[in-house]
């Protein structure tokens, strides 16, 4: 895509962004229906699913040639990253969301043959807007953000997921003890706000396409390292435990991991 093109996807995105955040502040003081999906600890609501036809409509009108992986099963069964693929996860952090009205976000991605264009993750209740890709830089609130400062490990917080520590995965109790302490917040796109202001020197979890699909484009034009637990590339439309962290903690992590 040329970059005039992506700087007009870029305001549509934002203005349908708003607008989704508008309906589920709206809504979301009315009683929720909340189903279970894989389990008892896997949520969905009324409202990740209306956000979720409300953004693949937006998508639909705006570019109908695209394919749409939706978490939530409204978009299109996207079996390979040929042309444009919009991956959306309409409330990133249920459990979040419907126990707290808090820590969640909406998060919208376009990859072209394989290769992230834009990425969006919105922290609703904050209204705190990451955005961007290679071709427009990143933005918060419409504010250019630098490349974060290298911090290795041992100089900083480290963003996990609980299941992970409680099972030690991946030695995961000795990447919390090396580091000044972790964070588990329960929202994979809160998580990656967080490193990408640098409060954080990484995150790991185990994580679906639409987990990381923006995370990922954003990352890496912020020149941090987004791989598998073991240090190889991600695929767009595959699961995996997902390392994301400045070059030096990636690489005190990967240490750890390979033990
Ligand atoms: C989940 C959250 C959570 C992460 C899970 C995700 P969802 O997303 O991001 O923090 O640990 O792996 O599935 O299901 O609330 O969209
Ligand atoms: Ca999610
Ligand atoms: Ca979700």
């Known amino acids: 895509m040329e970059k005039e093109e992506i700087i007009k ?3 549509t995105v934002k203005a349908w962004l708003s607008e989704a955040r508008d309906n589920v502040l709206r809504k979301m003081d009315n009683r929720l229906e909340v189903d279970t999906k894989s389990g008892r600890k896997d949520l969905v609501t009324n409202i990740d699913k209306a956000n979720e036809r409300f953004l693949v409509s937006k998508i639909r009108q705006f570019d109908s040639e695209a394919k749409i992986l939706g978490e939530e099963g409204s978009g299109d069964e996207v079996r390979n990253t040929d042309g444009r693929v919009w991956i959306i996860d309409p409330i990133d952090g249920t459990m979040n969301f ?3 009205r808090n820590h969640f976000a909406i998060m919208i991605s376009l990859y072209e043959d394989g290769e992230g264009i834009l990425g969006y993750i919105l922290d609703v209740i904050n209204n705190e807007l ?3 890709g290679p071709s427009v830089g990143v933005t918060i609130n419409g504010h250019r953000m630098e490349e974060v400062p290298d911090t290795p490990l041992k100089d900083g917080l480290i ?3 609980g299941p992970m520590v409680l099972n030690d995965n991946y030695h995961m109790q000795e990447i919390a003890h090396t580091s000044m302490g972790m964070r588990i917040y329960g929202s ?3 998580e990656m706000i967080s490193v990408f202001k640098g409060e954080q020197v990484g995150y790991i979890s185990y994580l679906k396409p639409w987990d990381f699909g923006a995370g ?7 020149g941090m390292k987004i791989t598998s ?3 190889k590339p991600l695929g767009v439309l595959l699961s995996n435990a997902v390392l994301l962290a400045t070059k030096n903690a ?3 992590i990967l240490t750890i991991v390979k033990k």
């Not at 990922?216 to 912020?222: D, G, P, Q, V």
């Open 9 to 11: 996807v870029d305001t």
């Open 98 to 100: 419907v126990k707290q």
């Open 130 to 132: 990451v955005s961007g």
């Open 159 to 161: 963003g996990l997921s």
């Open 188 to 190: 994979a796109g809160i």
């Open 216 to 222: 990922r484009i954003i990352a890496e034009t912020l």
């Open 229 to 231: 637990i073991d240090g």
């Open 250 to 252: 990636h690489q005190d």
